[in-house]
């Protein structure tokens, strides 16, 4: 009982940590399962573990096959919630340069870091090839904690972004391949015969996980499954099909639960959000566990295993040689600078798919006596820990020696994409600012990419915004959605994070009557509250320029616009063609002749 409690303990203690100092998670996970398993057996009084997972094959927390059976089932639920994010749209829009780094890119590390570990560490080709396909996977969790702190040019985060996300249910799906093939390979050493069972559990697997993706997907849509239980259905669903596919076809039970998630998630099933939210709270969970059972199960000797020349001579060649070949040759003839990709191929942390599938096979074919497979797990986690290590501590240092680093941060996000909002996103686009519009109405989202903006649909309230790495160039926040306590919100927990050069919000209508407006932080007039705003773009959709002769001038029209109240005004624009975005009452502001005031509505003389 106090393993299991202090397991699951020190897990959700080492996320938090991991949240708290911005490091990504596995980091303090595999350490911790380090220190309280085989570096614990240094300094116990009787050299055994402070936590044993499996103690003489027979004893211990998981005894017998229990642990691969967990670890199997947990890499299952996982994975079916990396597939669920692997949109068949977004493959189709990331563009060449990301399309080329998760098939071009992979297979040159597939093959590449495979000849190595065959001729450097003398495994057979099978282990060889397994152990390359586990270390193509680089995953969202390992990246977004290094870079979210680093202000990049988009198109470098969205890269890096992407190619995690896209390419964490690739190498899971291509890993399991490896792993089945060298599975069946023990009975039949790969004969015709091997070949035709390879095919089965390939078949088995797919079908079992398109049917059930279907399945499940029916039941959702007719409402069969009442939403209380919708989660735990899932849940239930995915464990079901990960038994049922093992039982028809030995070793096919993850191919199927990644099929499954892939299918599923790209129906449009409204409820699809909450069995996200709900998977990736169960991951967190299943991951926390995990990864100290994992590093705990790891003894001394497999660690002896790797205190060689040979571990450093492998790691080298997977970072210094096949990420920066496969990074050049994907993005060859692209719009992406030496410098840009030099850092792109700098940053290639592995991340939690690898370590947790290397453990899980290294598992399995050490318990079919299969040569070399000892090798797997050390191998892998040395890779995971060293890249974690090597880009945590060194990426933003590498970003600024490479001229990569963002030195300013103008980029505007605009909370609300109404159509007050894409009015002014548009003019801004059109100024060549970056802006980005956010909102949870899908509708609006659609109206705003038909104009050609950035949109994205998301919910303020939860962890979406904040995980985003393609926002590290934003530094002005404006909250312009309907509601006063939904912009107070944004300003109280995103100011910090997106507001480097100012947070703005709305002032609300209650506000408005009681004339109790705050210059700090209140967009445009004092008498402006989304009515208005709402009212005047809908009659006067346009934008208006007018120079400004004098100071005298300026407070001249401002005061016009607030006695009209059909006209709002919006941004300056200085003699140097800056935009500058219009607080409340700003009308003391430094005053600089052939400035321009942009403004919204009826046009005033």
Known sequence: MLELAGIIILGIIAQWFAWRFKIPAILPLILIGL????FSTLISHDGTKWLEPVWNGTEGLFPGERLFNFVSLAIGIIL?????????????????????????????????????????FDLSWAISLLFSALIIVTGPTVIAPILRNIPLKKDISA??????????????????????????????????EAFVEFLKIVIIGISIGFTSAYGLYYAIKNS??????????????????????????????????????????????????????????????L?????????????????????????????AIVIFVLRPLGVFISTYKSGLKFNEKIFISWVGPRGIVAAGIASLFGLKLTMQGEPGAEYITPLVFMIVLG???????????????????????????????????????????????????????????????????????????????????????????????????VNRFILERFSSMYGEHGAFRLISTEEVLEGNHKPDINLFTHNDDYINLSEVARDYPIINEIEITSKEHYKKLLGQINFEKRSIPVFIKDPKGEIHIIATLLNDDKFEKGNILMYVGKTIV
């Open 35 to 38: 220190i309280v398993g085989p």
């Open 80 to 120: 079916f919630e990396g597939g669920l994010t692997l949109k068949k749209e977004e493959i189709l829009n990331v563009g060449p340069v990301i399309l080329k780094l998760i098939t071009l890119g992979s297979l040159i590390t597939f093959f590449g870091a495979g000849i190595a570990a065959h001729y450097i």
């Open 159 to 192: 890269v890096l972004k992407w190619e995690s996300i896209l390419i964490d249910p690739i190498g899971a799906l291509v890993a399991v391949l490896v792993f089945e093939f060298i599975s069946i390979g023990e009975g039949y050493e790969y004969t015709k």
């Open 224 to 285: 069969l499954i009442p939403h209380y239980l919708l989660n735990v259905a899932t849940l239930a669903s995915v464990l079901f099909v990960f038994v049922l596919s093992d039982f028809f076809a030995h070793e096919s039970g993850l191919l199927s639960v990644v099929i499954m998630g892939m299918v599923l998630g790209n129906k449009k099933a409204k409820a699809l959000k909450d069995i996200l939210y709900f998977k990736e709270s169960i991951s967190v969970l």
């Open 287 to 315: 991951i926390s566990i995990l990864f100290i059972l994992l590093a705990a199960n790891i003894n001394i000797s497999d660690l002896i295993l790797l205190n060689r020349k040979e571990t450093l001579i492998l790691f």
């Open 387 to 485: 890249t974690v290590l090597l880009n945590a501590t060194t990426a933003r240092l590498f970003a600024k020696l490479f001229g990569v680093f963002l030195k300013s941060s103008d980029g505007i996000l605009v909370i609300g994409a109404s159509s007050f909002s894409r009015l002014i996103a548009t003019y801004l686009k059109n100024n060549n600012r970056r802006v980005v519009l956010i909102d949870s109405n899908p509708k609006s989202i659609e109206k705003a990419k038909e104009l050609g903006l950035e949109a994205i649909e998301s919910n303020v309230y939860s962890d979406e915004l904040i995980d985003n790495i393609e926002l590290n160039d934003v530094g002005y926040l404006l909250a312009l959605t309907s509601s006063a306590s």
